[in-house]
RNA sequence: GGUCCCAUCGUCUAGUGGUUAGGACACCGGCCUUUCACGUCGGUAACAGGGGUUCAAGUCCCCUUGGGAUCACCA
């Protein structure tokens, strides 16, 4: 058995959207579990459409996601030669002819048919024409494509699908310009780059039994198919920006993690028994595209962000800190040498984070100097009492030793036993009294990582400004 | 309109002729608790409709309905 050969194939009109970035994680799963190749190839035929700064947020997305490709990344506008010279041979094979009819006509003529409720397809005026030499006319190469008989393959998500050539027509594979169009180069490059697996969006189902029969008069091996389906908005319609963001790097910068990101694609489609939670090296073993479903799926936001949350909560504190650094500095804070360290801060916060931003926002306080404290947290938990407990609590804490969790718990127990008090009483100032807020990580923790000296000038700064 | 595809909780899905139709997100309760969360336990909630085939249908067939894709000198 020979290896198999994948390839995603994005057109550089635009970045790397969720839909897309779908396709290429199912091609490449399914290349490394068969340890086949997975091939990057831009499709940028249309030289007026395609940027490249598209090129480079696509290769950004999906170095993000993790999927590395083994060749290319190859551009189609560098094979014009060979595809012309495809062109010809198939013209003088008599499987394609010039076709000398005018966009203007055809439109014309397509407009007619669609309004006498007709198939608008082309009428075959230049089909047998003698094709002598040019005649100065500007010309379209279009394909002769069988007119009986039917088409179909077996695709690997959807089944047979199978289509009557009566209803295809003679696609154009050349345009005036010379330049060769989207369905025939995609052919070329296929069978060229000896792509065993095509897997791509279900929008190109119709497109399928065109490319079979290009393959055909090539004279080429058709690949295997699988159309994987679409992925919508919640009003069940295609997923566009009106749903929220749609390029995979937007999530990176709302504070979501590739392995979210990914595991979250995966499953939209693709299940394995009662399993949700799967890395990329869980994917490579168990992906199959038998098992990708072959209806549409909503794209749900609160999953994701509940795949997101999974992840900050287990994922490795130092790992998170590096991740947190840009975030940390959209908010001013630049430098965080002066305060905690940044691990310790996030394994405070990892619970309670969302996505990154939340993180980000969690972790502020630390290395503020200046709080601004809550209002009403400040009213319910501040009284003339307040002060000689903070003041209390602070000498305990100096007489513990190595300030561990035990040992600051063991300092509240004792400060409450002395004074008679509950750790309601004193624990909700403490906690506003460091981190500015009702919502914070746990008191202990949040003493441990600011450490004693730190503890100190927060509590006295408390007290200062709010007794 | 033609062609093609699709159809299980609100959403993602398991299910491959015999199940109390399972899991997850979301939602609602209980517990845990120094806040917020996490966690944990429990709950609400689905086979689009109609015909067949069969002892038996969410599972197979047909029709209806409803969605979607596509019909370019875009990809």
Redesign the pocket.
């Known amino acids: 058995m020979s290896q198999v050969r994948l390839r995603f194939?994005?057109?550089p009109?635009g970045y790397l959207h969720v839909g897309g970035a779908r396709t290429a994680l199912f091609n490449w799963l399914l290349a490394r579990k068969q340890q086949g190749k997975f091939i990057l190839r831009i499709?940028?035929?249309?030289v007026a459409?395609?940027t490249q700064e598209s090129v480079d947020a696509i290769l950004e997305g999906m170095t993000w996601l993790g999927l590395d490709w083994d060749e290319g990344p190859f551009y189609?506008s560098d094979n014009f030669p060979l595809y012309k010279e495809h062109v010809e041979k198939l013209i003088s094979a008599g499987k394609a002819y010039k076709?000398y009819?005018?966009?203007e006509e055809?439109?014309a003529k397509?407009e007619k048919a669609?309004k006498e409720?007709?198939?608008?397809?082309?009428d075959g005026t230049c089909r047998n024409l003698p094709q002598g030499a040019d005649d100065g006319r500007?010309?379209?190469v279009r394909f002769k494509a069988p007119q009986e008989g039917t088409t179909y393959w077996n695709?690997l998500i959807?089944?047979?699908?199978?289509?009557?050539n009566a209803?295809l027509?003679d696609?154009?594979i050349q345009?005036?310009?010379g330049?060769?169009?989207?369905?025939f180069?995609?052919v070329i490059d296929d069978a060229t780059m000896g792509v065993t697996t095509v897997i791509r969006g279900?929008?190109?189902?119709?497109?399928t039994p065109r490319q079979i029969l290009l393959y055909e008069a090539l004279e080429a091996t058709v690949p295997q198919f699988a159309?994987v389906?679409?992925i919508?908005g919640?009003d069940?319609?295609?997923l566009s920006k009106r749903h929220g963001a749609t390029s995979v790097m937007a999530y990176r910068d709302m504070g979501f993690l590739p392995e979210a990101m990914v595991n979250y694609l995966v499953?939209?489609?693709?299940?394995y028994?009662?399993?949700?939670i799967f890395s990329l090296e869980d994917l490579i073993q168990k992906f199959s595209i038998e098992?990708v479903?072959?209806?549409?799926?909503?794209?749900?936001p609160?999953?994701l962000?509940?795949?997101n949350?999974?992840y900050i909560?287990n994922g490795d504190p130092v790992r998170l800190a590096g991740l947190l650094v840009p975030f940390l500095k959209e908010r001013g804070v630049t430098d965080t040498a002066g305060g905690p360290e940044l691990p310790a801060v996030v394994k405070t916060l990892q619970?309670?984070?969302?996505t990154m931003l939340e993180l980000a926002d969690g972790a502020l306080f630390y290395y503020q100097q200046e709080l601004s404290y809550d209002e009403k947290g400040v009213a319910k938990f501040f009284n003339p009492e307040t002060p000689a407990l903070l003041r209390g609590l602070f000498e305990k804490l100096g007489a513990v030793g190595e300030l561990t969790?035990v040992a600051i718990?063991g300092a509240f127990k004792e400060l409450c036993e002395e004074k008679g008090i509950k750790?309601?009483q004193v624990?909700?100032a403490v906690?506003l009294a460091l981190s500015g807020?009702?919502?914070?990580?746990?008191?202990?923790?949040m003493i441990e990582v600011l450490g004693l000296e730190e503890t100190g000038k927060r509590l006295e700064r408390a007290i200062a400004k709010l007794c």
């Open positions: 194939a994005p057109s009109t499709e940028d035929t249309d459409r395609s189609q076709c009819c005018s966009a055809l439109e397509r669609l409720g007709g198939k608008p397809k082309y500007p010309y379209v695709d959807k089944g047979k699908i199978s289509f009557e209803e027509d696609l154009i345009r005036t310009d330049t060769p169009t989207y369905n180069v995609v279900d929008d190109h189902v119709n497109n159309h389906p679409m919508l919640a069940k319609a295609r499953r939209l489609g693709w299940s028994g009662d399993e949700e098992n479903g072959r209806s549409a799926g909503v794209f749900n609160d999953k962000l509940w795949l949350a999974h909560k619970e309670r984070a969302k969790t718990e750790l309601g624990g909700p906690r807020s009702t919502a914070s990580p746990g008191i202990y923790e």
